[in-house]
């Protein structure tokens, strides 16, 4: 057990809805990362947050938004889904920015339909 | 830009030795490595900060070549346990402290 908690585990959505999947941070990191993975894919970068600020976007579509809330846990919101992006989101957080290890949570399961 | 690994797949038999590349175009702050099994969340195995130094973890160990961006894993008498697909972090220097992930490197150990 990583101490990185996200839920659900598993979603199942019909095209064009909107979801949010949430993510706790381990107890006491204030860096929280977003990626997406699909089938047996590498993970893509999607968006990293500090302490509740904004500090890089990767390849974020415009109809995905997140953000990281005073108690440090983030939430990212998916909508307009497409079949594509059905795929497997992790979240990772750490203590400090770049130097100091990640640890990821169990993921988020999407499945569009 | 993500890291570029290679190679993009390895098999082995149980015993042997494996070396896996990751590179950068930019300079680079640290670099991370990580191991995941299919369906599985990667999970950390070392990491190495600017300084060119070496680490190990068992038979696991990680060099980081500061100047070149580069940085190697060298898994030594493989296990059946270390099959996976390793992924090579990079952390930028500057203030955009992104950890961005490499395409990964499948390894297979065989009986």
């Known amino acids: 057990d990583s101490g990185v908690t996200q839920t659900p585990k598993h979603l199942i959505t019909a095209t064009g809805q909107r979801v949010t999947l949430r993510c706790s941070p381990r107890s006491g990191d204030l860096s929280v990362y977003w990626y997406q993975q699909s089938l047996d894919q590498g993970l893509q970068f999607l968006i990293h947050?500090?302490?509740?600020?904004?500090?890089a976007k990767g390849n974020i579509l415009e109809r995905f938004s997140a953000q990281q809330f005073p108690d440090l846990h983030s939430e990212l919101n998916l909508s307009s889904l497409e079949l594509g992006d059905s795929a497997l989101y992790f979240c990772?957080?750490?203590?400090?920015?770049?130097?100091?290890?990640?640890?990821f949570g169990q993921g988020t399961r999407l499945t569009v339909v | 830009q993500q890291p570029v690994q290679s190679p993009q797949a390895v098999i082995l038999r149980e015993g042997e030795d494996a070396v896996i590349n990751c590179s950068s175009s930019?300079?680079?702050?640290?670099v991370h490595w990580y191991r995941q099994k299919h369906g599985e969340a990667p999970v950390f195995l070392m990491i190495?900060?600017?300084?060119?130094e070496q680490k190990g973890h068992e038979k696991i160990s990680a060099s980081f070549n500061e100047k070149k961006q580069q940085s190697s894993l060298y898994l030594t008498a493989s296990q059946l346990s270390y099959s996976g697909t390793y992924f090579c972090g990079t952390v930028p220097s500057g203030s955009a402290r992104q950890l961005t992930f490499g395409s990964g490197t499948q390894l297979t150990v065989l009986p």
């Open positions: 990772a957080s750490s203590v400090v920015q770049g130097e100091t290890e990640a640890f």
């Open positions: 190495l900060l600017k300084g060119g």
């Open positions: 930019k300079a680079l702050y640290s």
């Open positions: 947050y500090y302490n509740g600020e904004e500090r």
